[in-house]
């Protein structure tokens, strides 16, 4: 996995210093924020910097609850979900490729669900985001 980077607690993160680290893939970040601003009017978005992983995290957040994380990474981001049991079958019947599907199968899973991510590197990757969080946000 490659490494996070914005691991500086004093700058928190701006669009210019995104887009500067993420390069051609700023394209693909502006269409998952389109689509979201576009069709879901409720989420809101917010950094926040995370003791734990010593890095900025982007959120997107449905109320007080979390639809994925965002970490940049040098060249691309990763998109984070957590997921819990009830999302099995969502996932298994859904059309996410069968790559993110595997992915999410061989995730650690925990009392309460799993986490998982994806890396993205080509525009399959950012529909496959926005298909994760339209699951995500029909999961109770």
Not at 11 to 23: A, M, Q, S, T, Y
Not at 65 to 88: H, N, P, Y
Request: proline residues 4%; hydrophobic residues 40%; positive net charge.
């Amino acid at each position: 996995m490659d490494p996070i980077v914005l691991t500086d607690p004093t700058v928190v993160p701006n669009e210019e210093l995104v887009f500067k680290l993420i390069g051609n893939k700023r394209l693909l970040w502006k269409q998952i924020a389109e689509h979201l601003h576009t069709n879901h009017k409720e989420i809101t978005e917010a950094w926040q910097f995370y003791n734990d992983g010593k890095c900025w995290m982007f959120r997107y957040l449905k109320r007080k609850k979390t639809i994925c994380w965002i970490g940049v990474q040098e060249d691309t981001f990763r998109v984070g979900f957590w997921l819990s049991d009830k999302a099995r079958p969502v996932i298994e019947q859904s059309d996410l490729t069968e790559t993110v599907k595997e992915s999410y199968r061989n995730a650690r899973q925990t009392k309460i669900g799993c986490g998982f991510s994806i890396v993205v590197n080509e525009p399959s990757d950012a529909e496959n985001i926005l298909k994760m969080i339209e699951l995500k946000l029909k999961i109770k």
